[in-house]
């Protein structure tokens, strides 16, 4: 099963993995390239398809984690909710960004395999209740970063 929308999910995912791959440290353009390819990768993910999968069980695959250095800008500030008053709690962008590769990079493997169907309920599902939220913590901590 390929959509037009799983299509351009697969072109954004392996762009932003392809820069992950590529730049182990982040500054100045980099960041903005960074920037650039969550906000990509967020806004085709909201437009893939809810579908059904035969998958079973999680994906475990032999995935190599890129080392990334963000210097200074490691550490940020969060609130998990924004409608609920919490504490406010320390969060990795490293931590973020990896977390994103992981589970697009497992949707990857999977769309590479022609298991189209199992990629889009992959990237889906992950987003939702995973990497969705770190791709927003992220993005807010490098708009910040970018215009600070």
Known sequence: MN???ADDFYLAALSYCRLIEKIDVFIDNNLIKLINSLLDI????????????????????EITIPQINFG????????FNPYHLDETVSSSLSDDI????KDVKKGLILFDKN????????????FDIHWGSHAV???????YVIRS
């Open 3 to 5: 959509t037009k929308e």
């Open 42 to 61: 967020y806004s085709k993910a909201i437009l893939l398809p809810d579908i059904q999968s035969n998958i079973n069980e999680e994906c475990n695959f």
């Open 72 to 79: 200074n800008y490691e550490f940020y500030w969060e609130v």
């Open 98 to 101: 990896v977390d994103i590769y």
């Open 115 to 126: 298991e189209h169907k199992e990629a889009i309920w992959q990237w889906k599902f992950s």
């Open 137 to 143: 913590d992220a993005i807010r901590a490098l708009h």
